[in-house]
């Protein structure tokens, strides 16, 4: 099992930037590619962004140039740097993480609410 622990959420102005960061834990050895996504009231949830362990990234349309992933391999963590935040970016993030020794098997996090008011 792997353990996600989401952190970094909170509420910023429009235009503003924010970090969030996920740690994880326990049978790390054969995490491969993680990432975040997100879910807006009423709205189903959709991919953000991921990366791979050799550090290939992937983003959505809507968040390209804007948002950048990143991971530190040594505590199995992965970052999101949010800049330019819009109202729309509002949302609850949760992070994931796909076993590359397992596929199909997939752990996620509790998530981090983040709040961007115009």
């Known amino acids: 099992q792997v353990q996600l622990v989401a952190s970094g959420g909170g509420l910023v102005q429009a235009g503003g930037s924010l970090r969030i960061s996920c740690a994880a834990s326990g049978s790390i050895i054969g995490v491969g590619t993680m990432g975040w996504y997100r879910q807006a009231p009423g709205k189903q949830r959709e991919l953000v962004a991921t990366?791979?362990?050799?550090?290939?990234?992937n983003y959505a349309d809507s968040v390209k140039g804007r948002f950048t992933i990143s991971r530190d391999n040594a505590k199995t963590a992965v970052y999101l740097q949010m800049n330019s935040l819009k109202p729309e970016d509002t949302a609850v993030y949760y992070c994931?993480?796909?076993?590359?020794?397992?596929?199909?098997?997939?752990?996620w996090g509790q998530g981090t609410q983040v709040t961007v008011s115009s």
């Open positions: 990366i791979t362990g050799g550090g290939r990234t």
């Open positions: 994931v993480a796909y076993r590359f020794d397992l596929p199909g098997v997939d752990y």
